[in-house]
């Protein structure tokens, strides 16, 4: 497999060779939507919580007297049948959404989303760019590089401060640490654009 290499002028320069185990891989969906609803899941917090009978204020007292009124029997007035009163089988914020990744299919599932964007020709390696900071330099950067407007993810292995200045004011433009891309910023993104560092530290990272 072979990625297209643009300098810092958005102009193609030549093809890197790179891993066919980790960038010619043959996608398989029912892999990668396991890995990605499990880090979702993780990711997700349990704030939604409503009150139980138990922990509704008030409704100490016996609405009234058991029998001679008429009424149907009642011991609170904070029941769950009553307006005001506790929720049944409500949401709890003790819920607990995590679910467990196997290492293996985590990575397995990496390797395929960056085949199929390389397969797609949806991933460039940029060569002897060096980031300034300033946003306008890297805005004139992405739209001389395929895909301009698209969704992109920046891989980057060094000098993320002055990138992540550069790249945060432009819509759709993200940056993440070639030691930590998932699935989840792969599949959120068209394209990746990342350096010759981070490819290496990709291969290395998802070497098998």
């Known amino acids: 497999m072979k990625l297209p290499v643009y300098?810092?002028?958005g102009k193609k320069?030549?093809?890197m060779d790179v891993q066919d185990a980790i960038f010619g891989v043959k996608p398989k969906k029912g892999v990668i939507h396991r890995v990605y609803v499990a880090l979702e899941s993780n990711a997700r917090e349990p704030w939604a919580h409503s009150k139980d009978k138990s922990e509704v204020r008030g409704g100490g007292r016996k609405p009234w007297k058991q029998k001679g009124t008429g009424r149907a029997r009642h011991g609170s007035i904070r029941s769950p049948i009553w307006k005001g009163g506790g929720v049944t089988f409500g949401p709890l914020n003790i819920?607990?959404?995590t679910k467990k990744i196997?290492?293996?299919m985590n990575q397995s599932a990496v390797r395929m989303c960056l085949s199929d964007k390389?397969?797609?020709e949806q991933v460039?390696?940029?060569?002897?760019f060096t980031p300034d900071g300033k946003t306008k330099t890297f805005s004139i950067l992405r739209q001389a590089l395929p895909g301009a407007g698209r969704s992109t993810l920046i891989l980057e292995t060094n000098n993320t401060e002055k990138l992540g200045l550069a790249v945060r004011n432009i819509s759709n433009v993200h940056m993440q640490q070639a030691a930590d891309v998932n699935v989840v910023d792969l599949l959120h993104h068209q394209y990746?654009?990342?350096t010759k560092e981070a490819i290496m530290v990709l291969e290395k990272r998802l070497a098998i």
Do not use: E, F, S
């Open 7 to 9: 300098d810092n002028k």
């Open 13 to 15: 320069q030549a093809d």
């Open 95 to 97: 819920r607990n959404y």
């Open 102 to 104: 196997n290492r293996k």
């Open 118 to 120: 390389a397969i797609h």
């Open 124 to 128: 460039m390696v940029l060569d002897g």
């Open 192 to 194: 990746v654009v990342a």
